[in-house]
């Protein structure tokens, strides 16, 4: 094959034009994929908990679109880290729906399922046996069986060596749990004997759909059109057009190094990558290179740590929002005096101040600049049980409401509260337990494959 076109479908359940699609498929596509899931909604998915019921509807509803897309062409059609997480939970219940989907549909295709959860004992054999080279991704220090045991769910992210394995099988339909998301795109074009370093290069442009475009859009559909020595990108919508710039930025998205993308037995070497211009809407891409290394795969555990209460309100007084700070630390204190029954350990009383520091904390940079004369003030408790966050949260509101402080004008209303009941009962909050790089011998061996006859 001279080139091979990757369509780039947008993130599933984020919705796309049905003329995107349409043109997409005029141009002939070898492979549809599109990413499911990231750990942008944070740790609570991954710890065990399908996604709720408005996420599975509008999944079910892109899905038949491009599942019949792809079966009246007869190409594979590439599903990553299904259920948002990927876990085997959520792995296994979409693979059951697809399936039902497939099957009311009429369809008749060979579909592999490939699980990257990983067994809580298995780590902890490692950690016992062969503790070397495992990298800490975050802060969390050295990966330890404490890690492991706060952990409910522990996946993988594979790279594209698994999913090249099981369309080299005769997959016809792919669905993955947690994956690299270029891998995703890349893997057909790399069975296809073209480099891996552009596939790959290409694959991270078409992660996100028409995010990469101009004017971006993850609601959109990007195609790829990867050669012997370059790659093309180009959105399908004729509103949107690929730019050097436009392009060359996605290339650095979510990325530790600008100059590396980094994957499970390799990196993509970007330093020599060029971008050019073809014409108005299509970037033409070439320089990337594939280095091999030694492979680690990342790791991603999250636990259950409690039960969150919250109250949202807001202060429009420069006298109180001066003071502030001060009304915070008598809330934090008078709280741990009510309770004394209450073990500090047992939960967290945390404040958010919007307009302010609300968003990044402690490392806001324009703190001196001047009090505004309004922020929003989220109080948020997490406590071992929902009773202990309910009632901490509550008594903090109370307490930041009528505090009194120099130079205070009135008795209460400090504080102003839009909502009655004021109180939000949050349920269960989970906590990113695992960010760690796993040194493993064989980049396919913690990805079990199974193929279905649907």
């Known amino acids: 094959m001279k080139e091979i076109r990757v369509l780039g479908l947008s993130k599933l359940g984020y919705g796309f034009p049905m003329d995107s699609l349409e043109r997409g498929m005029k141009e002939n596509p070898h492979v549809l994929a599109v990413d499911g899931g990231s750990t942008d909604l944070g740790p609570f998915p991954l710890a065990g908990r399908l996604p709720l019921p408005l996420i599975e509807k509008t999944i079910l509803r892109d899905f038949k679109i491009e599942l019949r897309a792809a079966r009246e062409r007869r190409i594979p059609y590439i599903v990553g880290s299904v259920g948002i997480a990927g876990n085997n939970e959520q792995l296994e219940y979409f693979a059951r ?61 594979m790279g594209h060596q698994p999913i090249v394995q099981a369309l080299r099988e005769g997959a016809e339909m792919v669905v993955c749990g947690r994956a690299c998301d270029n891998a995703l795109f890349a893997a057909l074009p790399i069975l296809q004997g073209f480099d891996p370093g552009l596939s790959l290069h290409a694959g991270k442009i078409l992660e996100c759909g028409a995010i990469a475009a101009d004017p971006g859009s993850s609601s959109d559909i990007m195609i790829g059109t ?4 370059h790659f093309l990108i180009a959105p399908t919508n004729p509103n949107r057009r690929a730019t ?18 980094q994957q499970p037995g390799g990196y993509v070497d970007t330093r020599a990558a060029r971008y050019e211009p073809v014409d108005q809407r299509t970037v033409k891409v070439f320089g990337s290179r594939w280095v091999p290394v030694s492979c680690k795969v990342k790791l ?112 209460a209303g400090n504080l102003a509260v839009p909502f009655s009941p004021d109180l939000i009962n949050a349920g269960e909050v989970a906590e990113f337990t695992i960010y760690h790089l796993l040194p493993v011998k064989d980049p396919g061996e913690l990805f079990p494959i199974r193929f279905e006859e649907v």
């Not at 420069?318 to 008598?330: C, M, R, S, T």
């Not at 967290?348 to 402690?362: E, N, P, Q, S």
């Open 300 to 411: 991603e555990g999250a636990g259950f740590v409690g039960y969150r209460s919250f109250i949202i309100g807001s202060v429009r007084d420069e006298a109180v929002i001066q003071n502030l700070d001060y009304l915070l630390e008598i809330a934090q204190a008078r709280t741990r005096d009510n309770f004394p029954d209450i073990p500090k350990e047992a939960y967290h009383l945390i404040f958010h101040v919007y307009g302010r520091d609300g968003t990044l904390g402690a490392l806001e940079p324009l703190k001196s600049k001047g009090d505004p004369h309004e922020v929003g003030l989220l109080i948020e408790a997490v406590g071992k049980t929902q009773e202990i966050a309910t009632t901490v949260c509550a008594f903090a509101k109370s307490i930041i409401l009528h505090a009194g402080f120099e130079g205070r004008k009135s008795t």
């Open 226 to 229: 990867i050669r012997e020595d």
């Open 244 to 261: 050097v710039r436009s392009i060359a930025e996605h290339s650095l998205y979510e990325q530790r190094d600008p100059y590396t993308i």
């Open 97 to 157: 729906r697809f399936k039902e989907v497939a099957k009311e549909a009429g369809y008749h295709f060979r579909m592999a399922i490939i699980s990257s959860e990983i067994d809580r004992e298995y780590l902890k054999h490692r950690l016992r046996t062969a503790p070397e080279g495992i990298e800490d991704l975050t802060h969390q220090g050295n990966l330890t069986v404490e890690h492991v045991e706060r952990s409910s769910k522990v996946v993988a992210q």
